[in-house]
Structures are given as C-alpha cells and as structure tokens.
C-alpha cells in the first residue's frame, strides 16, 4: 500500500486547512486510515482515524469538534478538514493505513505510514 499525503501549509489561528491522503496499491475493502502528528520536541500522538467500509470515526480529544474525516471510497482519498486552527495544531501529518476494520489510537497498530506533511499555525 502506498499513501499520498497532500494539503499542508501554512493558516491563522482560526483558520482551516484540508489535508488529503491517496490509498493506493492493495487496500481491498476492509481497512482504516488516520493521521497522527508530532510536534517538534514532542512525541507523536493521534489524531483521528476512519474505518472504509462503516465510516465509523475516532477523534483526539483535542481536536474533536474542530476537525472532520471523510473518505471518497471510490478515489480511495481521505480528507480531514480542520477548521478552528490553534498554534497548538502546528505540526507534520502523518496518514496511516491499516487492514481490518478496529479503528484504534495507539502507532504501533499501523504497519503503513506515508510520508508527512507540515501544518504551520501562526497566532
């Protein structure tokens, strides 16, 4: 599987950015694609992720409300609008890609990680 990651930039606090991610390769129909993120200095954390068939999501507490994962399962893109953006979001954007349909928080249950992308988040 590969996993194109696109969207990043550069937004106010307040403002909204929409970050992509391709699924290509093997995916099948039963899988779960996210995004984590680090900070610089920072561990990665999680940050909200979509199981393809259900649709069923999983957000961080910190971002709940502010961001929104959709999926186009015939492009096999996910996209996660973020909206209401804190300097606190700055970060590089991980997608994630993993077989099966549990969508869970922790990295080591994602085998497939494309490559990230910066969201800067001035104040």
Same mark, same amino acid.
């Given at each position: 599987?590969?996993?194109? @990651?696109? %969207?990043? %930039?550069? &937004?106010?606090?307040?403002?909204?950015?929409?970050? =992509?991610? @391709? &699924? =290509?390769?093997?995916?099948?129909?039963?899988?779960?694609?996210?995004?984590? +993120?680090? @900070?610089?200095?920072?561990? +990665?954390?999680?940050? &909200? @992720?979509?199981?393809?068939?259900?649709?069923?999501?999983?957000?961080?507490?910190?971002?709940? %409300? +502010?961001?929104?994962?959709? +999926?186009?399962?015939?492009?096999?893109?996910?996209?996660?609008?973020?909206?209401?953006?804190?300097?606190?979001?700055?970060?590089?954007?991980?997608?994630?890609?993993?077989?099966?349909?549990?969508?869970?928080?922790?990295? %080591?249950?994602?085998?497939?990680?494309?490559?990230?992308?910066?969201?800067?988040?001035?104040?």
């Amino acid at each position: 599987v590969q996993l194109q @990651a696109s %969207g990043g %930039g550069l &937004a106010q606090t307040g403002g909204s950015l929409r970050l =992509s991610c @391709a &699924a =290509s390769g093997r995916t099948s129909s039963n899988y779960v694609m996210g995004w984590f +993120r680090q @900070a610089p200095g920072k561990l +990665r954390e999680f940050v &909200a @992720a979509i199981s393809w068939s259900g649709g069923i999501t999983l957000y961080a507490d910190s971002v709940k %409300g +502010r961001f929104t994962l959709s +999926r186009d399962t015939a492009k096999n893109v996910m996209y996660l609008q973020m909206n209401s953006l804190k300097p606190e979001d700055t970060a590089v954007y991980s997608c994630v890609f993993e077989y099966g349909s549990l969508v869970v928080t922790n990295t %080591g249950s994602y085998d497939h990680w494309g490559q990230g992308t910066q969201v800067t988040v001035s104040s």
